[in-house]
């Protein structure tokens, strides 16, 4: 599978979106900075083609709401940097009713469904930790859609910020293209967008806090326009308010954790943040757990490092969810990378995906990872894992 059998696939979406009439689109996103850029370039790529769409921003892929949200017929559904992981259920849930066009990187399932087009350059031999993000992959979508759509190409670089490698693969090839084209200038270390004079890296923290912290409160939304128009000075006030709560809820929590420890098993050591929390995204509880993992007074470097907290149930621009929910995060020191390279303990993922099997929704990587389960699950995840983590 090459880049060029890719851009056919593209051409097929693009003509299948084209022969769709009357359009209504309905435009799903993740919530980090890479969703939002993604979200930035596919919202603003079709607005240059006439299309309006509905943008619909989720943490995660919960069953029910991709249910629903298929029972439509005639739509055009988008999923940007979140999608491929259930690629397979989406298929089954649509059953050719909607066209549905996934641009995401994250590790694909097969799409059994004709009219279900996954865009994912995972499919095409490109690595979707290293080479590309979610937002490469619908600035790629975006200029075959258009050439003049190239101005956006800062938005695929800011995204894949969140790949620790730097821009290699598709993403040296999309800067050195930004660059010849006068959107991108690199001055010394930092690289910016030449038309909102910001930094990558800078623009990437800004985004990270609005679209987590501020889930719930239409910082997704905040964000896209920051990705488009820049920082305002409404954006810069609603960053610091988000910065200041989520510091707040974060010392609690330290202050907690010092005093009464974590608990711990032979392999993992948790604690619960029950509703500190409360009004901030759940991916607060996997930003906590990562910088817990640099802290040596306070955490073991030789066990699994695991965060819970409830979930609030409901989806901005959805409804509520079923059920009482929690998100377990889970993290590991640099010593435990090393052991998860070499083979010798489970991931961080495959500790999630077995220990919640049956009741739990896990995705993440091999370092980092988390999983939605229902709130009363919690003690028996723990001892799940605790099962799977003593091989
Ligand atoms: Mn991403």
């Not at 559904?77 to 549905?100: C, K, M, P, Q, T």
């Not at 939304?221 to 954006?235: F, N, P, Q, R, V």
């Not at 998100?327 to 500790?351: C, E, N, W, Y």
Request: net charge neutral; aromatic share 8%.
């Amino acid at each position: 599978m090459s880049y060029e059998e890719f851009e056919k696939k593209v051409e097929a979406a693009i003509s299948a979106l084209r022969q769709t009439k009357p359009v209504k689109i309905v435009l799903v996103h993740h919530d980090d900075a890479d969703g939002l850029c993604s979200a930035a370039v596919t919202k603003a790529a079709l607005e240059r083609e006439g299309y309006g769409a509905r943008m619909f921003c989720l943490e995660k892929v919960y069953p029910e709401v991709v249910e629903s949200l298929h029972q439509g017929e005639g739509q055009v559904i988008f999923y940007v940097d979140i999608g491929s992981s259930h690629a397979d259920f989406i298929s089954e849930r649509n059953s050719s009713r909607n066209l549905v066009i996934i641009l995401d990187h994250h590790d694909p399932m097969p799409a059994s469904d004709p009219r279900v087009y996954d865009l994912n350059l995972e499919h095409y031999g490109f690595r979707g930790e290293n080479d590309f993000s979610g937002a490469t992959c619908c600035y790629l979508f975006a200029k075959a859609l258009s050439e003049r759509n190239k101005d956006l190409s800062y938005l695929a670089l800011v995204g894949s910020c969140e790949i620790p490698s730097g821009f290699i693969g598709l993403n040296k090839v999309v800067l050195d293209e930004a660059v010849e084209n006068g959107v991108v200038r690199v001055e010394g270390k930092k690289t910016k967008s030449v038309k909102l004079g910001i930094s990558f890296g800078n623009l990437f923290s800004k985004l990270q806090i609005l679209g987590a912290t501020g889930y719930y409160e239409g910082g997704p939304e905040l964000g896209i326009k920051a990705c488009l128009e820049g920082i305002t000075d409404e954006i810069r006030r609603k960053i610091r308010e988000l910065e200041g709560r989520r510091k707040e809820a974060n010392k609690r929590i330290l202050a907690r954790l010092y005093r009464e420890r974590l608990r711990e098993t032979d392999h993992i050591q948790w604690f619960d943040a029950v509703d500190v929390y409360r009004g901030m995204g759940t991916k607060v509880i996997g930003q906590f757990c990562s910088f817990l993992s640099y802290q040596r007074r306070l955490i073991k470097p030789n066990k699994y490092i695991l965060g819970v907290m409830n979930v609030q149930p409901e989806v901005p621009g959805w409804g509520r969810l079923e059920g009482g929910l929690a998100k377990a995060s889970v993290r590991v020191s640099r010593d435990m990378k090393t052991l998860i390279d070499q083979g010798k303990i489970p991931s961080a993922v495959d500790l999630l995906i077995k220990a919640s099997r049956g009741f739990g929704v896990a995705d993440g990587h091999k370092y980092a990872a988390n999983v939605v389960i229902p709130v009363d699950k919690k003690e028996v995840l723990i001892e799940k894992a605790e099962k799977v983590a003593t091989v």
